[in-house]
């Protein structure tokens, strides 16, 4: 186990528009090699009132360009006299990715509310790439679901069915991927400002072959085990 590792956030990052705003979603999982390092790290970052980002791949680099783009956005509000769109920010991250691809490892996803567009997704993966999209899926625990989303998303759909749809998303695939788990954290941005909610892992739907949570691992070791498979 080689505990001195870069801190990697192989991880599920999601972003849904609705009908008025968009959802953010992110396990929380923040591992070194084998090693799990935070077991409870939010990947939403603030990057002004109305835009977040999701983190994925090195910590480190995710978290020097949401600092720079943070900076620089602050910088354009007070010159502006207004509040930075969500295209605004999404460049921003965007021109960063890009500029350093060769040194960074991470991938983002920029979503927010602003009164000229109303909600926006932007996926900006690894090399700077940046696309619009109706929703975006990101990190390791994203291999699990495109096939999900492609059945489930739907457009028009409500606050509530959104933030239930990123919720279910996210605790599959960290049913699924070992790199993904912890908590989910969902960020609600729309008209009416910003809404986080947090749902820990015993509040979470379980999946195919997943134990239900017990307060000690003796509880495990003592339960009757599944029955064996016979040919």
Known sequence: MDLKAPHSMGT??????????VVLGADSRTSTGMYVANRASDKITQLTDNVYVCRSGSAADSQIVS??????LHQHTIQL??????????????????????????????????????????GVPLGGTIIEQPFAIGGSGSSYLYGFF?????????KDEAEQLVVKAVSLAMARDGASGGVVRT???????????????????LWHEELE????????????????MHM
């Open 12 to 21: 599920t990052i999601i972003g849904v528009t609705y009908d008025g705003g």
């Open 213 to 228: 949570p017990h307060n000690s691992l003796l509880d495990i070791i003592n339960a009757s085990g599944p029955e064996p």
């Open 67 to 72: 600092d720079y783009v943070r900076y620089f």
């Open 81 to 122: 006299g207004q509040p930075a769109t969500v295209k605004v920010a999404a460049n921003l991250v965007r021109l960063l990715s890009y500029n350093n691809k060769n040194m960074l490892e991470t991938g983002l996803i920029v979503g927010g509310w602003d009164k000229y567009e109303g909600g926006k997704i932007y």
């Open 187 to 205: 960020v609600i941005i729309n008209s009416e400002g910003v809404t986080r909610n947090f749902y820990p892992g015993d509040k979470l739907p």
């Open 150 to 158: 492609d059945q489930a998303w739907k457009e028009g759909m409500t």
